[in-house]
């Protein structure tokens, strides 16, 4: 799967369910957003360059995202979600 050159990077809560991307970058949301988070997300995998995937939202709309990225499936607060910033890919064909 190839990044698509004209897409722009976009929070990671923003990402369509099942729609595959790779992480650009982590960056705090605002500025009440801890600065360990950073650290603590790159710890699970969310590195620059990894595939990562929106696998089930919550029902309700504050409710964690589960997102996989590598071999493993992670829960997701929606300000952990938002500092981390991906690039979408369009799916290859089967």
Known sequence: ???NPE???IRLTELQMGMPARVVSIAASDAATPV????RLAEL???PGEAVRVVARGLMA???IAVRIGTGT??????EAACIRVC???????
């Open 1 to 3: 799967m190839l990044t």
């Open 7 to 9: 897409s722009t990077p």
């Open 36 to 39: 360990e988070l950073g650290r």
């Open 45 to 47: 995998g969310f590195l």
């Open 62 to 64: 504050r409710a964690p």
């Open 74 to 79: 992670f829960a997701l607060r929606l300000f």
């Open 88 to 94: 979408p890919e369009q799916p290859q064909p089967a």
